[in-house]
């Protein structure tokens, strides 16, 4: 994940409202710490489900994913809208008319988007490990896709939720691809998350493809399986990679920080571990999570950490600092002593390759 980041300038307190523990380490955007969140998910969960619907409002999306039962149906991620006339599935890029699914982008005539040329090597979650590090010379085309099937509050990106479909401010697939040239060496679908608009992320990484650009992926995992499939042959074909967000391995904290589930991202996770031998040089899975202070810390790390190595103990796994935004602004910078701690957690749970990432956002608040 690219952060724009942004460092605040003092940590505040806030207090659980379930247990009246005090920290720094709380974010007034939940009011629910961690351990209740974990402990007491039938309490802490209504609260978070609140926190996303004022987080959302602002940008004119929905407070949650609809599921009318006569609504018509999106199956392009794993929330598995469905949408009656007039609604907008939970991206904000789905709407029904006269009972028909309506795609306002996404498709590959009509991408909503941002791209830029970043000079290699980058900072992507895998430039330890990928191919792109070493292309002196060379550049990476960025394509930050402005959507997004979660939530995130401690959002390192958030800024994508500006973006509105009814601007008509669309790139092609064609279009996008179009702008390689000769010392592009790869492509990086991101975002927001390339999962609400993977039939245009598709069409392009196919043309790009053509033009010998390895294709890269950087996603929470929430697309459908059959995409998520297309997404890593083209990657395994050009040498490219996908670099999965596991953002939280409890069921109840990934819905309280992200507002969605995370069952369907493990088992995309484990889809595509499955094909990690078919190439693991450079590697076509990577692993990523969030440091984000009070909430994501090093047991939580260790959990996923065991979850990759019964997979395969050599998929690449980067802790990668948090920055203070969005809604969980009032949280410090992730401290030196929380990502050394979940190294050391990651590699006691058996992975053999783990890096701290960001190292210059780490801190010492706590």
């Known amino acids: 994940m690219r952060a724009r980041t942004g460092r605040a300038l003092d940590a505040t307190v806030a207090q659980c409202l379930l247990c009246g523990r005090s920290s720094n380490l709380i974010s007034a955007a939940l009011s629910v710490c961690a351990d209740c969140i974990r402990g007491r998910p039938s ?13 959302r409002a602002p940008f004119g999306l929905p407070p949650a994913e609809p599921k009318r039962p006569d609504g018509r149906a999106c199956v392009l991620c794993a929330r598995q809208c469905r949408i009656a006339d ?66 995130c509050l401690f959002c390192q990106n958030w800024h994508f939720r500006r973006a509105r479909p009814e601007r008509g401010d669309f790139l092609s697939a064609e279009e996008l691809a179009a702008v390689a040239n000769e010392r592009t060496f790869c492509v990086c679908f991101f975002g927001g998350d390339p999962a609400s608009q993977m039939p245009h992320a598709l069409a392009a990484g196919r043309l790009l493809a053509r033009r010998g650009v390895a294709v890269c992926w950087e996603t929470a995992g929430t697309c459908n399986p059959k995409l998520l499939d297309q997404a890593i042959e083209l990657s395994l074909e050009t040498g490219g990679c996908i670099k999965f967000d596991l953002k939280a391995y409890d069921r ?11 069952e369907a991202v493990f088992e995309n996770f484990a889809r595509a571990a499955c094909r990690f031998r078919e190439r693991p040089e450079p590697p076509l899975v990577v692993a990523s999570t969030l440091l984000v202070p009070g909430y994501v810390d090093a047991a939580e790390v260790g959990r996923i950490a065991r979850f990759i190595a019964e997979l395969d103990p050599t998929i690449p796994y ?15 910078p992730t401290s030196l002593r929380h990502a050394e701690e979940a190294e050391r957690e990651a590699r006691r749970a058996g992975l053999r390759r783990v890096r701290i990432g960001n190292r210059h956002l780490l801190g010492w608040d706590y």
């Open 43 to 55: 309490e802490a969960l209504p609260r978070a489900a609140e926190a996303h619907a004022r987080a």
């Open 86 to 151: 007039g609604e907008r599935g939970y991206c904000g890029l789905r709407t029904a008319r006269a009972g028909r699914l309506i795609h306002l982008a996404g498709v590959p005539e009509r991408g909503m988007l941002e791209w830029y040329r970043d000079p290699l090597p980058t900072n992507c979650v895998a430039d330890w490990v990928c191919a792109g590090s070493r292309q002196l010379g060379f550049h990476n085309l960025a394509v930050f896709y402005e959507s997004c099937t979660l939530d």
């Open 252 to 262: 109840a904290l990934y819905q309280a920080l992200t507002g969605g589930s995370n």
């Open 318 to 332: 980067a802790l990668l600092g948090f920055a203070p935004q969005f809604a969980m602004s009032d949280l410090p």
